[in-house]
């Protein structure tokens, strides 16, 4: 499992986790929508917990956003 918080940089987490805010939804619906517990994402949004990269990617497709790997390998 790979943990966001290894990852270069925090600003994969931190866009993430502003679309999660600015979408709309509740935990809850985005949670039955993407498949990741509604505690996951809490405390995802909170800074309390990091996503795993199998999370993250469910949660950007339930927002219609895709994850990518920088051409720089960043």
């Known amino acids: 499992m790979v943990n966001m918080k290894k990852s270069a940089g925090n600003d994969i987490e931190e866009q993430l986790r502003k679309a999660i805010l600015d979408c709309g939804m509740s935990r809850h619906k985005l ?32 927002l219609g956003l895709k994850l990518k790997k920088n051409k720089e390998g960043k």
């Open 31 to 62: 949670s039955q929508i993407s498949g990741v517990a509604t505690s996951q994402l809490c405390f995802f949004v909170n800074k309390e917990r990091s996503l795993t990269m199998k999370s993250a990617a469910k949660v950007a497709k339930a």
